[in-house]
T-cell receptor, first 115, second 111 residues
Framework: KQEVTQIPAALSVPEGENLVLNCSFT??????LQWFRQDPGKGLTSLLL?????REQTSGRLNASLDKSSGRSTLYIAASQPGDSATYLC??????????????FGQGTTLQVKP | NAGVTQTPKFRVLKTGQSMTLLCAQD?????MYWYRQDPGMGLRLIHY???????AKGEVPDGYNVSRLKKQNFLLGLESAAPSQTSVYFC??????????FGPGTRLLVL
C-alpha cells in the first residue's frame, strides 16, 4: 500500500532563504507526482506535476525533482518570501489506481517565512 | 470561469440529520473527487467519479453516498450525520486524471 511522508511537519525560515521540502513514498511504481499549496482556510492549488519520465519541473522560483528509484521528491523554493507561507503537500497516484486519478497525499509541511 | 465551487461553505448539523454537499465545475472535466481533511489524518478520498453517471468508493466511503447525474455536478450526501463526520470537505475535478483542481471547501460541524 502506498504511503507518502513529508518531513518536517513545520518549517520557519527568514525571508530570502532558499529552502527544500521533502516528500517520500513507499511504492516507486508511480506515473507522476504532484506538489500542492494550501493557504489557511482555503482549498489546494496545484503547483507542479512531474511525470515519471521527468527528473524535475520548474515554475518561477519553484523547482521540483523526482527520484523514483529512491522514492523521493523535493520542492526547492528559491529566495523565499512571506507570501510563500502556506502548507505544501505532495501527492502520488494510489497503487494500481489505473486511469482514475486517485491520489494519496502526504500530511504536508507548513512553511512560515518571516519578514 | 468559476472553476470548482462548493455549496454550502459552512454548516452545523445535529447528530442524525441529513444533508447534501454540492460540488460544481465549469471546466467540462470528466473526473471528480470528494475528500475530507482532518487534523493529523491529512486528505482522504471519500468517493470519486470518472464520468457522468459513474461513482466509486475511495478510502473512507462509509456513511456517505454520492451521485453524478450531470457531468458538471458531484453531490455528496450524509444520510445520518455523526460527530465523526465533523471535517472539512473538499471537492476536486480533473480533465485527464492528472492535475486536480480543488474547490474552497465546506466546513461541517456535527453536534
Amino acid at each position: 500500500k502506498q504511503e507518502v511522508t513529508q518531513i518536517p511537519a513545520a518549517l520557519s525560515v527568514p525571508e530570502g532563504e532558499n529552502l527544500v521540502l521533502n516528500c517520500s513514498f513507499t511504492d516507486s511504481a508511480i506515473y507522476n507526482l504532484q506538489w500542492f499549496r494550501q493557504d489557511p482556510g482555503k482549498g489546494l492549488t496545484s503547483l507542479l506535476l512531474i511525470q515519471s519520465s521527468q527528473r524535475e519541473q520548474t515554475s518561477g522560483r519553484l523547482n521540483a525533482s523526482l527520484d523514483k528509484s529512491s522514492g523521493r521528491s523535493t520542492l526547492y523554493i528559491a529566495a523565499s518570501q512571506p507570501g510563500d507561507s502556506a502548507t505544501y503537500l505532495c501527492a502520488v497516484p494510489t497503487s494500481g489506481s489505473g486511469n482514475t486519478g486517485k491520489l494519496i497525499f502526504g500530511q504536508g509541511t507548513t512553511l512560515q517565512v518571516k519578514p | 470561469n468559476a472553476g470548482v465551487t462548493q455549496t454550502p461553505k459552512f454548516r452545523v448539523l445535529k447528530t442524525g440529520q441529513s444533508m447534501t454537499l454540492l460540488c460544481a465545475q465549469d471546466m467540462n472535466h470528466e473526473y471528480m473527487y470528494w475528500y475530507r481533511q482532518d487534523p493529523g489524518m491529512g486528505l482522504r478520498l471519500i468517493h470519486y467519479s470518472v464520468g457522468e453517471g459513474t461513482t466509486a468508493k475511495g478510502e473512507v466511503p462509509d456513511g456517505y453516498n454520492v451521485s453524478r447525474l450531470k457531468k458538471q455536478n458531484f453531490l455528496l450526501g450524509l444520510e445520518s450525520a455523526a460527530p465523526s463526520q465533523t471535517s472539512v470537505y473538499f471537492c476536486a475535478s480533473a480533465g485527464n486524471a492528472e492535475t486536480q483542481y480543488f474547490g474552497p471547501g465546506t466546513r461541517l460541524l456535527v453536534l
